[in-house]
Every structure is written in structure tokens, then in C-alpha cells.
């Protein structure tokens, strides 16, 4: 019989280290893609979880009152002595008085930054303010809600003495400077996209750069822009500190952007830090208010998503 040299051993070691490498791969290849489904599943399972909830909890708030009436109610006073009154549309109004402020701030405003970003901006001057609009999207909503509050509402009082101290005015602003940074951004990404291809053809043919950026730049980014703008806007819609903190509480169903007002979110947490009591039906109109402002966001998703697939330009 004849003896295995010593390189003939190590080969043979070697097959058997490579064989049991195999199998530990072959186990993590199928254990890693359960893990992977098991985090994804955790992510839809909440989801769930929360509009379950708000269903619920919705459908018991409808058993103790009129759906009728709280749809096309003109008045909201669930705190009344007398006969609770629970009409949404003034949380409504005073939701849609902010996010209308806050768009036709935040719309030139971003796009214009969006703009120079693309097609002005060095690539020095690009690094320095984009980390800068990043910064601003991260300060605190309760700061940008004491700002609002005690420097923005007394400059505003300066030009309109009628101005209440809490109004739609001064949190419609605020929130406007705070969606600033996702309209340019996305804006910003979407323009970027568009190959130089276009932009070198136009100016070959006599364009200026701002007809480029206008005419050129700007429609076959289209679908980037539309997005960001409708993203901000629901962004702007469930905004809650801000406009808890200079909005007011007092729900109105009027055009008036001077005097206090209150919106659906700052509804929320008006009851949610009060003396509600489980089981009444200011406890429970909570969830209603919070499903009706989970269906204005979903809607405005629903629209970006459409817009995106809708005005999409393929190069």
C-alpha cells in the first residue's frame, strides 16, 4: 500500500476546508434572503398594524356620531357644554390655509435654488450650499415653531397691524422655508438628470443659458419637479409642530388668514395632551381626524406617484 505524500494530505485537507466553506455559504445564502423578507415583512406589518387601528377606532368614533355631519359640518367644538359639535371641515380649512402659504412660498423659492444648483452653481459654490439646505431640513420642528412665533408673527404685525398673534399667516410662512430643502433638492436631482446632450444642443443653436434652464431643462425634468412639489406639500399638510405652536386652536370655516386658526394635526395634539376620556367621543374623534389627514397623505402620494409615471421622460 502506498503512503499519501504530505502534499497529496494538504490537497485532500484542502477539498474537505473548501467543501465545508460550500455548505456554510450554501446555508447563508438561503438563510440570509428569510432574514432580509422577515425585516421587509416588519415595515408592511406596521403599516397594517397602524391603519388597522385607525379604522377601528374610526368606525367607533361613527357609532356615537353622524358621519353626515362630520363631513359637511361647518362647526367644531367638541368641547362644548351644550351639544358637541364635531364638523371637520374647519380643521379642514385651517390645514389647507397653512399648506397653501406654505406652497407659494416654497415653490419659487425651491425652484429657484433648483435652478441655480443645476445649471449656475460651481462646483465649489454646489458643496457649500446643498449641505446647507440639508442643514435646514434638520433643525427642529418646535424651533421653526418659536421662530414662527416670536420673530416672524411680530415682523408681520409690523406690515399688518390687524395681525393676530396666532394666525395662518407666520406657521403658513415658516412651513413654507421649511419644505424649501425637499422641493430643491429633488428638483435639483431630477434637472441634474437631464443629459448635457440637450442643454449643449439648445446653446449651439443660440440659446441663452436661462432659455436652456427654462425651456429646455425644466420640461424634460417635468416629472422630478411635479413630484417634489406634491411631496412637500403633503409634507406641509401633516405638519404639527409649527402650527401647534403659532397656528392657534380655534377652528375656522373662513378665507380669514389673520386670526387664529387650527388645524388637523394641531387638533390631535390638543386632545392628545388634554383631559379626554377614554372611551368619550372627543377621545375617539382623534382617530377620525388622524384617518382623515391619513387619507389627504395618501392621496398626495397617490398623485406624485401618478405625475412621476404620468410626465416620466426617458433618455
Known sequence: MVNPTTRERASVQELIAKAGNNKRKKVIEKIIPIILFLIAGVSVLTTIGIVATLIFETVTFFRQVSLLSFIFGTEWLPFSNKEPKFGILPLIVGTLKITLIAVVVAVPIGLAAAIYLSEYASDNARR???????????????????????????????????????????????????????????????????????????????????????????????????????????????????????????????????????????????VSTGDAGYGTPIYYSIYAVGFTLFLFTLLMNFLASRITKRFREAY
Do not use: H
Open 128 to 270: 457649500v450650499i446643498k449641505p446647507v439646505l440639508e442643514v435646514l431640513a434638520g433643525v427642529p420642528t418646535i424651533v421653526y415653531g418659536f421662530f414662527a412665533l416670536t420673530f416672524v408673527t411680530p415682523v408681520l404685525q409690523t406690515i399688518i397691524p390687524d395681525l393676530k398673534i396666532f394666525n395662518a399667516l407666520s406657521p403658513g410662512i415658516v412651513v413654507g422655508f421649511m419644505i424649501i430643502p425637499m422641493i430643491a433638492s429633488l428638483s435639483e436631482d431630477a434637472m441634474s438628470a437631464v443629459p448635457n446632450a440637450m442643454r449643449e444642443g439648445a446653446l449651439a443653436m443660440g440659446a441663452t443659458k436661462f432659455e436652456v434652464a427654462m425651456k429646455v431643462v425644466l420640461p424634460a425634468a417635468l416629472s422630478g419637479i411635479l413630484a417634489s412639489v406634491v411631496l412637500a406639500t403633503s409634507r406641509a399638510i401633516g405638519e404639527t409642530m409649527i402650527v401647534s405652536l403659532a397656528g392657534g386652536s380655534t377652528p375656522r370655516f373662513d378665507a380669514d388668514f389673520t386670526g387664529s386658526i387650527q388645524t388637523m394635526t394641531a387638533y390631535i395634539v390638543q
